[in-house]
């Protein structure tokens, strides 16, 4: 029979001090999730600034002339989005809202409907249709929904300073990125730093061309579905083509996602064109699977599809929309890390 330790107690309040120190680093580290957000953001936009500031540097430019070259043109392109962009996309919300419901209220004149809500007993359409036409149009619902308008909107500040902050911070990190590598180089032995050097060049470069590349993809994405939805007669193309380029962003499923959203809001101009729209965008799909993504990916880490899969989905369930987009290029560091260091050492032995 084994007996107790020497001093029970003693151990026994270690192991509580150990554990309330656990808890008080998860405490800490839930405090600041917020700020370290904040931080992987900011990171993120500098790394895909830092093809752009290494184009100028190449061409000359001292890097913080770079840097403030690439920040200012981004800064530009964002006011613009904002300025001429979003004002217009909300007012075709309006204009949209309205168009779905003369839509619904028209539905019991088509034969399709007449003949579905006659033969398919179990299928309610005429209960869901007033439902959804009451949702859109009782003044109750509405004042609902502007209650929850109000509440987001009471949010508005904390959104201005996240902006600020990670706008600061974006800066900083594009400006000071070389000494910030070099700082984390002499916490290498130097034996290896020239390898580190190396590896972590490779990484930046690869997560920062793929970022900027998924923006290139979903700028192309949105700009397309303007085009169409526009010669497709919808009464919110802006609207549609931010959705489209918000839903691009997301790896392998966003340009799905989006181009379904497209293809259901395009019924409220006809089943005709809405399938027009989506022959359109399936082409676009295997266009941009197979010509534009190759082109435009071509220098970042090659990933296996299920990998990609995998990732944007573990990446969307842990931080929803961000959380996907993080995941893959972290990923990707990973992948390339394996392949640099991990199997080389494993040959080696």
Known sequence: MVGLPAHPFGYAMLATLGVGAGLAVLGALSAVATVLVYVGVAL????????AIRFLTSRGLPRWAAAT????????????????????AVQQ????????????RGLPDQAWYIWTSENLVALDL???????????????????????VLQVGTGLINGVTAVVIVAALTIYFAVTLPSMISAVLRLVPRSRRPMTRSLLDEVLDSVGRYV????????INA??????????????????????????LIPVVGTVIGSVLVVLATLTVSPVAALVVAVLLLVYMQVEAYVLSPRVMSRAVAMPGVLVIVAALAGAALGGVLGALVAVPVAAAGLLIINRVVLPLQEAR
């Open 44 to 51: 993120f936009l500098a790394l895909a600034l830092e093809p």
């Open 93 to 104: 919300v309006g204009i949209f809202i309205a168009q779905l419901v003369e839509t619904l």
């Open 223 to 248: 700009t397309f579905t303007l085009l169409l939805t526009t010669f497709a007669g919808s009464p919110a193309p802006i609207l549609l083509a931010v959705i489209a380029f918000v839903a691009a």
């Open 69 to 88: 070259v690439a920040i200012v043109g981004f800064a530009l392109v964002i006011a613009l989005f904002v300025v001429a962009v979003l004002p217009l």
């Open 212 to 219: 900027s590349g998924q923006l290139i993809l979903a700028t």
């Open 126 to 148: 005429n209960g869901l249709l007033s439902s959804l036409t009451e949702l859109l149009t009782d003044p109750r619902q509405l004042s609902a929904i502007a209650g929850g």
